[in-house]
Structures are given as structure tokens and as C-alpha cells.
């Protein structure tokens, strides 16, 4: 073991050499009896007793320096002004971020599902339309003379659906979706198919009788305010098209979370790039961004004004803070000796040492920044009581190493996969993000579960809540038991005989497999694909029920999801409605995806190869 003498302290101190942990030997009297009442009483003796306690305490020790009185500091605030969706490679480009949402609902909402391939779905939506376009037509006394309701009625009718066809199980098999169904055939209108039809250029005049002609104008001036109320009551992704229908939806369905980047003025005038490359849903909050180093949003905006306050600082106080005198009352609330931190729990030895011995060290300054910004501060000067003026620095500032640096609320940078650059040093702006504080989440219209099985070596998409055609959400397990009972009774199933060889056993319906499969031009690394299972009635594909589990079904496309995104643990994914007020109190709502943890690994009990149990006659 070598010695090592540091020749110049105060240079070795000031450029931080040589960090170290601080040992002292506490001084406590000999205790002589079992009674602590009159060593904690503190009796003073005489004055050179107290003065000698003084100078055993420490309290003759002088320090250069004082306490702050004033201090200005210079802090520039610039709120995030483009938006741009990360979920795909080819996604949309940036555009501006709308100033009349909160970044909640412009990061996680997503399109509202009318169609499940062929088969409608959301009537509740659909009757919802058709009721405001009727309520339209009804305020114009002159187009109500007309009769045109009726008319609207039978060309955008909800249809009654077939026992008899397959197709139509869904809206059938359910005793509440059926006798629903059968209450607004023919009786109401399907609004969603004026909407769509205008929504794709149409007008809402096309195809009603109107003598003369004379009404066109008024009906397609009503289709253009029934479009946009809609698209004002629900929040949904921008530029919503065939080629591309999820919009500029931030929802990763590979990775199974949200994607997106936010950009602001930086104070030199350059644009400063925020990604949230990981953000599960829920609560949005600066931890939830890295920076982007030499990202650019498209964005030009000139640097933000510089804020210049002089404000009185103040000491720390918290719950059992040590006091700085010997015999002064502590507050015995916050009894930081009954916290017994191990060895290796550095965490926990940091706080104790800094609430035990430097916690009178620290001081607070007001700083009131408007929400949704990006705030840097530009300096910060500290006057003390000696009339000293001091320029502080960033406590992460210097040419130290990585360990030598500390910094608190910092954005990391946003690591580069694959990238040989040594990695940038964190940005010192602080976030306000431009949320909402409180958010009214809805019930589950889908709720699936992604667990391993370590039997079947499989990972299930249970869906345990799925969204039927009335728009509700209800039991996975009861709609897939409803649906087998009522294909049962219309689909001839074929029966095995006692003792008959099955190549596996039946698993409910709603429990839809992912297999495990090579990337492509990798035989090391596996991705899970959404498989499907044959029906035990009539041996067809069990196909999911939940919009999140039905990802590129429609288009024909396979569905992959990461393996490491569904760990031992599990993951859960949620699909509700969500409502917020902003501070203008403009009612915003969207349907978002929030994804959580599971509750560990699950099995259905499934098998492969064996025969079924012959049973004896007249048993």
C-alpha cells in the first residue's frame, strides 16, 4: 500500500482530487448510573464548565465566510413550441404543438376504433353522432319541415345483425349487445357513416331528395360543424388517413410504450431537442425526457428574454434537523439515529450525513417560473453579511471526472445506440412540462395481460377486459365463454370419442399466444409474434378482441413485440378514457394507453399429446 502526500491542499480541495468520507469520534461522558434524567437536563456548574463544553464542541472555531443576504440570479423561460412523433421510423413530420392541450393528451392519445376488419363496432359513439346531426336538423325550422330525419335515417341505417352469420357472433352472442341491437335497428341513425362520409370529402347533402335543391348549402354547412364538433369533443392523432390510421399516434406497439420529442428556444438562439423515448403513459413529468444532442424539430424561434430578480435567501429547515447549539430542544418527530443503513447503501448514508451534519449548510432561493417551460439559468450572484459578492457556478461545472460531479433534476442525453462518442455531459435546464396536474381516468374499455409461461414456453396476451360493440368494457373471460356457448349451439362441433389421441388441450378464447421467433438476419437475438390458436368448435383462428392485441390484423400485417418488453413480472396495458380541464378550463378528452406492471407468470393449464378419459357404460 503506497502513501500518498498531497503537496498544495487548497488546489487538491478547490479542483475536488480527492473526495473522502469524513470520520469524527463523538465525546460522551462516562454514564455512571442507569438514570439519563439529569445528564439530558444540561445543569450548567459554573461559567469556565461552559466554556469549556464550548471548546469541546467545537463552538470557538471560526469560519471565513458569512451568511447570504441577496442574491440575483438571471434565468431565461421558453416553452416547448414542436412536436413530433418517435414511433416509427417513417412517422409524420414535426409540426407545431398545439397550445390549447396539455402535452398529456397530445403524447398519448390515440385513434377511436369504428371497425374491427368488417365488423362495426363503438355504437355508442356511432348513436352519439346520429343524435347530434338529428338534434342539427331539428334547430332549423325549415330543414325540420323537410323531413329530412327520416331520410338520414334510412341512408345511414344501423343494421340488424344475423344470428345466422358467423361475422355477427360479437354483436349477438351477448345477451345486453343483442337486445341493444335490436332496440335501435331501424330506429336510429349511425352518425359515424355521415361523419366518415364527410370526413373523406364528401358532402352530407349527397344522396337526400331535395326538391329544388334549395337545402344543399344549409345540410353540407351542418356536415362540416357535425365533423368538427366531433373532432373537438375527443382529442385524436392529427393527419388520420388510410395509408396511415393511427396519425401521428406516439404508441410503439413493438416496445409497448410512447414515443415522442418536444423542442425549445434555447438562450444562444438554437433549437433544444427533448425526447421521451420510454414514457409508459399517466403521469408526465421532466424525468420522463432526455435531451437530444443535435436534434432539430424544424423549429425557428428567437432566444427567450432573460429574467433578472434579486430575492432574500433562506436556510433549509426540515423535520428533525439537527440544531446548531448543544443544549438547544431538538423537534424529537424525526429520529434520524433509528435509521440503521447498511455498509453498501451509499444512498442512505448520503442523506443521513448531509441531514446530520451539513444540513445547516444550505440555503433556498424563490424562483417563480410559468408552467410549460424550459428554464436555464444564466447566473447567479450571492451577497453576503461581509458585503462580499460571489459569482456561484454549477456544483457539475468544472474538469473533474463523472464522480466528481453531483447535480439534481438535470435531463440526461439521450444515448445513442451503437455510438462510440463518449457521452455528453447533462443539460442544466429544468422542465416545467406543459401537463395538466390532475387527470380523470375512466373505467378499462381493454385491459390485457402479457405473461410468460414457462410450461407452454409462450407469452399470453390475456385479455381480461375487452370493449364489446356497445362500446363498454367487460370481462375477457365471460364474453369468450358467451361467445364459444353461442357458436356451440350454430356451429356443428366435431366430437372426439373416449380415449381419442388430442394433439392439445382447449384454451380460452381469450387468451391469444405470442411464440418466440429469430430476428430476421440474427439467430442469437428472439422477438415474440402474435400466433393464433383454433377454435375448439369449429377449428377456425381465434382472432383477438382488443384494439392493442389486433395490431396490423386488419391490414394483414404480423405483430411483433420485443422480448425483453414482457419480463417475468409481466406487463400490463390499459385502454380508457381520459379528461382534464387546462387553465383556460377548456374539457379536454382522449383515449390513452398506459402501460403498468404485471403480477407474475400465469398458466392456462395448456398440454400437448394425450387421450382423453374413456368413461364405462352406465356410469
Not at 392541450?101 to 385513434?111: K, S
Not at 326538391?211 to 348549402?217: C, E, F, I, T, V
Request: proline fraction near 10%; charged fraction near 25%; include cysteine.
Amino acid at each position: 500500500m503506497t502513501e500518498s502526500r498531497i503537496h498544495d491542499l487548497p488546489a487538491a480541495m478547490s479542483r475536488r482530487e480527492h473526495p473522502t468520507v469524513g470520520v469524527w469520534n463523538r465525546l460522551e461522558g462516562r454514564p455512571r448510573t442507569t438514570d439519563f434524567g439529569r445528564a439530558l437536563r444540561a445543569e450548567v456548574r459554573d461559567p469556565l464548565w461552559m466554556l469549556a463544553r464550548q471548546w469541546q464542541l467545537g463552538e470557538f472555531r471560526g469560519t471565513d465566510g458569512g451568511s447570504p443576504v441577496t442574491a440575483t440570479y438571471s434565468v431565461t423561460a421558453s416553452p416547448p413550441g414542436r412536436f413530433r412523433t418517435d414511433a416509427s421510423p417513417a412517422g409524420p413530420p414535426a409540426g407545431p404543438l398545439p397550445p390549447d392541450r396539455p402535452l398529456e393528451a397530445v403524447a398519448e392519445r390515440q385513434p377511436l376504433p369504428f371497425m374491427f376488419g368488417d365488423e362495426p363496432i363503438s355504437f355508442d359513439l356511432r348513436l352519439v353522432l346520429g343524435r347530434r346531426w338529428l338534434k342539427l336538423l331539428a334547430r332549423s325550422s325549415e330543414l325540420r319541415s323537410h323531413d329530412f330525419g327520416e331520410q338520414y335515417v334510412t341512408r345511414y341505417p344501423i343494421a340488424l345483425p344475423d344470428p345466422a352469420r358467423p361475422a355477427d357472433a360479437p354483436r349477438v352472442a351477448h345477451p345486453e349487445v343483442w337486445a341493444s341491437m335490436q332496440a335501435v335497428a331501424g330506429r336510429r341513425m349511425d352518425g359515424y357513416l355521415l361523419y366518415k362520409h364527410v370526413k373523406d370529402g364528401g358532402h352530407a347533402s349527397d344522396g337526400i331528395n331535395d326538391p329544388g335543391r334549395r337545402h344543399r348549402s344549409e345540410l353540407d354547412a351542418l356536415g362540416v360543424r357535425l365533423v368538427g364538433w366531433f373532432d373537438d369533443l375527443i382529442d385524436q392523432p392529427a393527419g388520420l388517413a388510410p395509408e396511415r390510421p393511427a396519425g401521428d399516434s406516439t404508441w410503439d406497439a413493438r416496445r409497448l410504450e410512447h414515443r415522442f420529442s418536444v423542442s425549445a428556444p434555447a438562450p444562444d438562439g438554437s433549437e433544444r431537442v427533448l425526447s421521451a423515448p420510454e414514457y409508459p403513459g399517466g403521469e408526465l413529468d421532466w424525468h420522463a425526457f432526455s435531451v437530444s444532442p443535435g436534434g432539430s424539430l424544424g423549429g425557428a424561434a428567437p432566444a427567450p428574454a432573460a429574467i433578472n430578480r434579486t430575492v432574500f435567501p433562506s436556510p433549509v429547515r426540515f423535520s428533525g434537523m439537527p440544531l446548531p447549539r448543544w443544549w438547544a430542544v431538538e423537534d424529537g418527530r424525526t429520529n434520524f439515529a433509528a435509521v440503521t443503513p447498511d455498509s453498501t447503501d451509499l444512498a442512505r448514508l448520503v442523506f443521513l450525513e448531509f441531514a446530520l451534519v451539513y444540513s445547516n449548510d444550505w440555503y433556498q432561493l424563490p424562483c417563480d417560473l410559468p408552467a410549460g417551460t424550459l428554464a436555464s439559468i444564466q447566473g447567479l450572484a450571492v451577497t453576503d453579511v461581509f458585503g462580499q459578492r460571489r459569482w456561484i457556478t454549477p456544483a457539475d461545472s468544472g474538469t473533474g471526472t463523472d464522480r466528481q460531479r453531483w447535480s439534481m433534476f438535470t435531463l440526461n442525453p439521450l444515448a445513442v445506440p451503437g455510438s462510440a462518442a463518449a457521452p455528453a455531459r447533462a443539460d442544466a435546464g429544468l422542465l416545467l412540462p406543459p401537463g395538466t396536474p390532475k387527470v380523470a381516468t375512466g373505467p378499462a374499455l381493454e385491459d390485457v395481460a402479457l405473461v410468460r409461461d414457462e410450461s407452454a414456453n409462450l407469452v399470453w396476451g390475456v385479455e381480461q377486459t375487452v370493449r364489446q360493440a356497445t362500446g363498454e368494457g367487460r370481462a375477457g373471460d365471460e364474453v369468450a365463454a358467451e361467445t364459444l356457448a353461442f357458436r356451440r349451439l350454430h356451429v356443428p362441433a366435431s366430437t372426439s370419442e373416449p380415449g381419442a389421441y388430442q394433439v392439445m388441450s382447449s384454451v380460452p378464447e381469450n387468451w391469444i399466444p405470442f411464440i418466440p421467433v429469430h430476428v430476421p438476419g440474427d439467430n442469437r437475438s428472439v422477438q415474440l409474434q402474435r400466433a393464433a390458436l383454433p377454435s375448439e368448435v369449429d377449428a377456425t383462428p381465434v382472432r383477438p378482441r382488443t384494439a392493442l392485441l389486433r395490431e396490423g390484423l386488419d391490414a394483414g400485417r404480423p405483430y411483433f413485440v420485443n422480448e425483453e418488453e414482457v419480463p417475468r413480472s409481466g406487463t400490463r396495458l390499459t385502454v380508457a378514457y381520459n379528461r382534464t380541464r387546462t387553465r383556460t378550463g377548456r374539457v379536454v378528452v382522449w383515449l390513452a394507453v398506459n402501460r403498468g406492471v404485471g403480477r407474475g407468470e400465469r398458466s392456462n393449464g395448456l398440454t400437448f399429446d394425450f387421450l382423453t378419459q374413456a368413461t364405462s357404460a352406465g356410469t
